[in-house]
């Protein structure tokens, strides 16, 4: 990694840690690709949480891995069921289980100090998982996810809506979680044992993942529709997803479909947010998966195109049957009358007063001068969105201590964990968030609130006119995002940025939700 | 590469998206006649507001250049290639309308190798328009005739692209000095 003259040779204020404490890999059980466990109501799930060896682009790496697989098993359900997961840490660290997106009961969201203790390593915890609605979700730790979720610790969760006709005619279904990971001549960069690192930007990986895997493949017959459920499961990296200029179908996102499909030329979907798109392969040959973005290097004061090709679709050249041909379902754009009913009910309140306002900052008063310095130049331009380490010599200095990413209270000046905010069940309200552009380093944010659903009603005054539910929203740096959260859910739920780096560094609140009132 | 307005098999959604987004931006602004505000305006939510630089010919006409990012489903605005696109809008105020000149609005790039037309000034003493280049010049000239295809009468505005203030800072001193000074030296664990 360059550095700047001066601080060359500089190493951020935290001991190396990498996993394992030194243990030969070829000790540990080479992880194996993830299996589906179709899962009914009332079943249980045995999920261990375990060191595992990966290779990838030949280095033999120690990672961790969900019941010694990559990503960790896929559960499919269908929508109302519960679940049993019987969890067990067997790392060198406490973990948890998160289960993103899921409007579940307060005591299984996983989060330790707020909703458990942390299972210490060696020990059990009994989630109960009910899924209430239909769509993609995900499961990781909320401890140090910096580290374990970096290290392979994710899985998908596929929850079948019990109409038939929920989704369009298609082919097959790809389940894709798309990751990153940092590795050098040695293997794995290391983390930092007693906080994070890289605090700034987040954890930018060098080397981009598919389902765990570098070069994703699919071979599918001439004219077939996939429909791809997308997760980015990275610490920070937002991607721009492309399938080699075949046409992209938007269907659904985090918690559910839109109001209306709408054609895309590319997906761009930020840390912890789903997408749900139809894809149509109409030509034999190769149609690359692409993550295309513009690089800005603060350095030199410039942008570059930037292109890491995923791995590709092979198409053959046999079309598929005329009974499975899909296409004319494909060029449709549907609506979903059904969605827009739902959310009728929320609108007579889209315009109400903002009940509260988060403003998104960050303070680097700890950060040596040179590195404040190099910030206050380097960011006199302020990109909406980074999809890259712009400022990696800086990015590789900071750490949990010396950046502290900041929630702040408009109203009250409170920021982080000492907001106060009580609402009861079923109230709505609406929250702007606004992303500072005068912080020492604006970023971008997906803000992820768990254990309830939001829509995003407008973006710098511009109203969102297809919704769909959320439980993960980008807000670019500089702009208003107001949101509608329906509280439907009691107890003490976090919300945070789901950058992990950024998390560590402070940049979540509680949110306490008590039972609606009951009348004898 | 603009405008990438046009997406998937019809690109439909995302011109009727637009024309919505400049609908309501449209819509709050003030009537004709009326003194604009300026960028300190509260409630105008553009993510960027400069002020445009008048020349001479301007002829003490003012004008503030708003972006706004582009409608999205996906929070942020970007081209298949990854590029942010921006809804450009400018707002002018005292411009005299004078008789065989029509105000044109223009992107071009930096280096003026690439020049597309923004649109007319209407006469709202407005004009919108998208662009998903890095980094953009605004410029505002008087033409002959008001559909323009080429920019050839002299400039009465201009402005540049906040990305403008990107700039290189490999040769900056502060870069160049080894000897930092003792508050910049990083207590780091071991070397301290």
Redesign the interface.
């Given at each position: 990694m360059p550095m700047?003259?001066?601080?060359m040779g500089?190493?951020?204020?935290?001991?190396p840690w990498l996993p394992g404490s030194g243990r030969d890999p070829s000790t540990l059980p080479e992880a194996t690709f993830r299996r589906v466990e179709r899962l009914s109501d009332g079943d249980t799930l045995q999920l261990r949480a375990m060191l595992v060896r990966r290779t990838i682009n030949g280095r033999t790496l120690v990672m961790y891995g969900y019941n010694g697989q990559y990503p960790g098993p896929l559960i499919w359900v269908d929508q109302g069921a519960t679940i049993l997961v019987d969890f067990r840490n067997e790392l060198e660290l406490p973990s948890t289980i998160h289960w993103h997106g899921v409007r579940l009961d307060n005591a299984f969201d996983g989060v330790p100090g707020v909703t458990q203790e942390a299972v210490q390593p060696g020990d059990r915890f009994l989630y109960r998982v009910h899924f209430r609605d239909a769509g993609i979700y995900w499961y990781h730790p909320h401890v140090r996810s910096d580290i374990q979720q970096d290290l392979g610790l994710y899985g998908n969760m596929l929850v079948r809506d019990a109409r038939p006709d929920a989704y369009n005619p298609v082919n097959r279904e790809e389940v894709l979680a798309l990751d990153d990971l940092l590795i050098d001549e040695r293997g794995l960069f290391p983390y930092g044992a007693e906080r994070a690192v890289q605090t700034l930007m987040g954890r930018f990986g060098n080397i981009l993942l598919v389902n765990g895997q570098p070069e994703y493949r699919l071979e599918v017959a001439k004219g077939e529709v996939v429909r791809f459920f997308l997760t980015n499961v990275s610490n920070t990296r937002?991607f721009?997803l492309?399938f080699g200029g075949a046409?992209?179908?938007?269907v659904g996102?985090d918690v559910g479909r839109?109001e209306?499909e709408?054609?895309?030329?590319?997906?761009?979907?930020?840390p912890a947010q789903r997408?749900i798109v139809e894809v149509m392969f109409e030509y034999p040959g190769h149609y690359a998966l692409r993550n295309?973005?513009?690089a800005?290097d603060?350095?030199?004061?410039?942008?570059s195109?930037?292109?890491d090709t995923l791995g590709a679709i092979a198409v053959e050249g046999q079309s598929v049957p005329a009974g499975s041909d899909h296409s004319a379902a494909f060029?449709r754009?549907r609506e979903n009358p059904g969605v827009a009913e739902e959310i009728d009910r929320y609108r007579p309140h889209f315009d109400r007063p903002v009940d509260h306002e988060l403003v998104l900052s960050m303070r680097g008063g700890e950060l040596?001068?040179?590195i404040v310095?190099?910030m206050t130049?380097?960011t006199?331009?302020?990109?909406?969105?980074e999809?890259n380490d712009a400022m990696p010599m800086m990015n590789y200095?900071s750490t949990g201590a010396n950046v502290t990413w900041i929630l702040r209270d408009a109203a009250t000046g409170r920021e982080n964990t000492d907001i106060v905010w009580r609402f009861k069940v079923g109230e709505l309200a609406k929250i702007r968030l606004f992303n500072d552009?005068k912080a020492l380093h604006p970023m971008?944010h997906p803000i992820h609130i768990h254990g309830q659903r939001f829509l995003?009603l407008a973006?710098?005054?511009?109203?969102?006119?297809?919704l769909?539910w959320k439980d993960t929203?980008?807000?670019?740096?500089?702009?208003?995002?107001d949101i509608l959260l329906e509280l439907s859910n009691p107890g003490d739920w976090l919300a945070h940025c789901h950058i992990s780096e950024h998390i560590e560094a402070g940049m979540k609140l509680v949110i306490h939700v008590d039972p609606a009132a009951t009348t004898n | 590469m603009i405008p990438?307005i046009a997406?998937?098999?019809?690109?439909r959604?995302?011109l009727?998206?637009l024309a919505?987004?400049f609908a309501?931006?449209v819509s709050?602004n003030p009537a004709v006649g009326q003194t604009r505000a300026g960028c300190d305006a509260p409630?105008?939510?553009?993510?960027?507001c400069s002020v445009l630089i008048p020349t001479p010919e301007a002829h003490g006409a003012t004008g503030v250049m708003r972006l706004?990012?582009a409608?999205?489903?996906?929070?942020?605005?970007?081209?298949?290639?990854?590029?942010?696109v921006h809804i450009i809008r400018l707002e002018l105020d005292n411009l005299k309308r004078r008789p065989g000149r029509h105000y044109v609005a223009w992107v071009a790039t930096p280096e003026l190798d690439q020049r597309r037309r923004l649109g007319s000034i209407g006469d709202d003493l407005q004009v919108s328009g998208v662009t998903d280049w890095?980094?953009f010049l605004v410029v505002v000239t008087a033409e002959p005739v008001g559909e323009a295809e080429s920019w050839s009468g002299p400039i009465l505005f201009s402005a540049s692209s906040?990305?403008?203030?990107?700039?290189?800072?490999?040769g900056?001193e502060?870069?160049?000095?080894?000897?930092?000074?003792v508050?910049?030296?990083?207590?780091?664990?071991?070397?301290c």
């Open positions: 700047l003259p001066g601080l500089l190493e951020p204020a935290v001991t937002t721009n492309s046409a992209i179908k938007l996102a839109f209306r709408e054609w895309v030329k590319s997906v761009v979907i930020g997408y295309a973005i513009q800005i603060h350095m030199r004061g410039r942008f195109s930037h292109v060029g754009l040596p001068a040179t310095q190099v130049l380097d006199l331009y302020k990109p909406p969105a999809f200095l552009p971008h995003v973006r710098d005054g511009v109203a969102n006119e297809n769909v929203a980008i807000v670019p740096v500089g702009s208003r995002v | 990438t997406a998937g098999r019809c690109g959604p995302w009727t998206s919505l987004a309501i931006l709050t409630g105008t939510h553009a993510f960027h706004f990012l409608p999205t489903p996906f929070g942020v605005p970007v081209s298949e290639d990854g590029r942010i890095n980094r906040p990305s403008g203030w990107l700039t290189t800072m490999a900056e502060i870069f160049g000095n080894n000897e930092l000074p508050q910049s030296q990083y207590c780091l664990v071991n070397k």
